[in-house]
């Protein structure tokens, strides 16, 4: 029976994880990086927009780019939450923790220099 339990919690893996780090740097990070995160996913959806939607006479190299960088910002969302659990925080998850996490102050605040401006120049 205890071999039973033993084995369920190795595959459930533990709760907290042991980072060496007092509870409230913990969530410090774990705060930061969230949101950090929540930008990320909508970065992501915003490139996978403009690839899906990419049109115009330099179409293969502006689809391939923007599919190529949408996938190297999926990569980096995977890096970052699983930072956040490896020091034993929580970390987005639902759409709706995203949407809570996203800041639009930001967005507006980068809108001026968002990828769709050097593509712009350069038409």
Not at 66 to 93: C, W
Not at 106 to 117: G, T, V
């Amino acid at each position: 029976m205890n071999a039973t339990r033993e084995s369920a919690s190795r595959t459930l893996g533990p709760t907290r994880l042991s980072s060496g780090l007092e509870s409230r740097a913990v969530e410090d990070i774990a705060s930061a990086l969230t949101v950090i995160l929540a930008d990320m996913f909508a970065l992501y959806i915003k490139t996978k927009n403009f690839h899906w939607h990419v049109s115009g006479r330099h179409f293969c190299d502006y689809h391939l780019l923007f599919d190529e960088q949408s996938e190297q910002i999926l990569a980096a969302t995977d890096a970052i939450a699983e930072r956040v659990r490896k020091i034993g925080g929580r970390t987005l998850h639902s759409i709706g923790h995203i949407a809570r996490g996203f800041s639009t102050k930001r967005l507006i605040e980068r809108r001026r220099h968002s990828l769709a401006e050097p593509l712009i120049a350069c038409q």
